[in-house]
């Protein structure tokens, strides 16, 4: 009976032109590491929706989203710190439960090995990190 009543609920949301929440997807940099951070997100944050970071723009509910907005288009600005290339994955990401939103940042970086000067070979795995952003609702 609560799935029907949510359903109903939901539809009716959805009619009355609720959020006009952006599709996330991929959009450039490591599509190996894009998977791999989607995966280690859905671990982290099960059974939430994935959108990106542009529904920011829409949501009346999230007090800051103009500042989010602009604080997240100068940080893809800065290209050293903020890269997309064939060993970085990097993106922001807006998550919702329940009417409920998360924004995340994610950072991954390709596997690397090398020999420093000493002779010493040096190998690392990927790495992603997550980040959680706090913003209001």
């Not at 590491?33 to 529904?55: C, G, Q, T, V």
């Not at 800051?64 to 997240?72: E, F, G, P």
Request: aromatic residues 16%; charged residues 30%; hydrophobic residues 35%.
């Amino acid at each position: 009976m609560k799935k029907i009543l949510f359903a109903i609920v939901a539809v009716f949301f959805i009619a009355c032109g609720g959020d006009k929440l952006v599709k996330f997807e991929y959009e450039k940099g490591n599509k190996e590491l894009f998977e791999k951070a989607n995966n280690l997100i859905k671990e982290k944050y099960p059974d939430y929706n994935f959108y990106s970071w542009r529904s920011l723009e829409s949501i009346k509910s999230i007090k800051d989203s103009k500042y989010r907005m602009n604080s997240i288009e100068d940080s893809f600005s800065n290209q050293e710190y903020f890269k997309n290339d064939e060993t970085h994955y990097s993106n922001y990401i807006l998550l919702e439960k329940n009417g409920r939103y998360k924004l995340i940042k994610v950072n991954c970086k390709k596997a690397y090995s090398y020999t420093n000067p000493f002779g010493a070979k040096v190998e690392s795995p990927d790495k992603c990190q997550i980040m959680d952003l706090p913003i209001l609702q």
